[in-house]
């Protein structure tokens, strides 16, 4: 399903769409995604993007590691991805089935992120790429990706009307299961956040370490339903000084 939709899919806003909350991408990426990333990034950073669309992360992620890898499942995302990014000589683009990262060697990444596409992804393929994740992880690696939690809402009769096409049987619990029954990834953090203003926590930032041996450590798990509100604080701030700033105008606070 994922395949034929994001194949079919009307691109001609590259993706910006899914960032109006925040006003645009680098608001998203600056205020929202590295502080919970940026100390795993650095210039000798191996990183693997799952699902970057047309690349409306990539182009802020690439900035801060050495190489990336860009997977999709979509065989005109990699393309567009392969011409917007032409002159970067640190990305590498696959095409692969949707839940395997079998292209890449053993203990070969240091970063594997995802943010805003495997929300779509059902169980089966959350709990396909985890043990992948753990095998191309190096001892140390990290791994952050954006999950539905809908079945979590679902048991609990308390979904939102609209559920943005979240994947219905995933949860931050299943994940975090998921994560135990192998060898070296542990699941470290899980936030739950909330996508729209009904602050409903459908989805959910779960963060993993490979390590070897396992910690033992139980998950940091917490609710953040103040993250769309943030971000439209965020929009609210860009249009605010942005827009006057363009008429070189305005009134008073």
């Known amino acids: 399903m994922n395949q034929r939709l994001w194949s079919g899919y009307d691109w001609r806003h590259g993706g910006e769409e899914w960032s109006a909350n925040w006003g645009d991408t680098s608001n998203l990426w600056y205020a929202t ?25 990539t182009e802020h992620l690439k900035d801060h590691c050495a190489s990336v890898v860009l997977v999709d499942i979509a065989p005109n995302c990699i393309d567009f991805c392969r011409q917007r990014f032409a002159a970067a000589t640190n990305l590498e683009f696959v095409v692969n089935d949707g839940s395997s990262l079998a292209f890449l060697p053993d203990a070969s990444i240091d970063l ?35 999950h539905s939690n809908l079945a979590a809402l679902l048991d609990e ?15 931050a619990d299943i994940v ?8 070296s990834l542990e699941c470290r953090t899980q936030e739950l956040i909330s996508w729209d203003a009904s602050l409903r926590l459908i989805d959910c ?27 439209r604080e965020l929009r609210a701030l860009s249009e605010r000084y942005q827009g006057r700033a363009a008429a070189g105008a305005g009134d008073g606070p």
């Open 157 to 171: 009769g308390s979904a939102p009307e609209s559920n943005h096409m979240r994947a219905r049987d995933v949860s």
């Open 176 to 183: 975090a299961q998921a994560a135990e029954q192998l060898a």
């Open 33 to 57: 995604l590295m502080p919970r990333v940026s100390a795993w990034l650095g210039g000798d950073v191996r990183a693997v993007e799952i699902g970057p669309g047309h690349g409306r992360l």
């Open 205 to 231: 930032i779960s963060t993993f370490e490979r390590r070897v041996p396992r910690s033992g450590a139980p998950v940091d798990r917490f609710h953040n339903p103040e993250f769309y509100p943030r971000a």
């Open 112 to 146: 594997v992120f995802s943010f805003d596409s495997l929300v779509h992804a059902d169980r089966e393929v959350l709990t396909a790429y985890l043990p992948e994740i753990e095998r191309v992880l190096r001892v140390g690696g990290r791994a952050l990706l954006h």
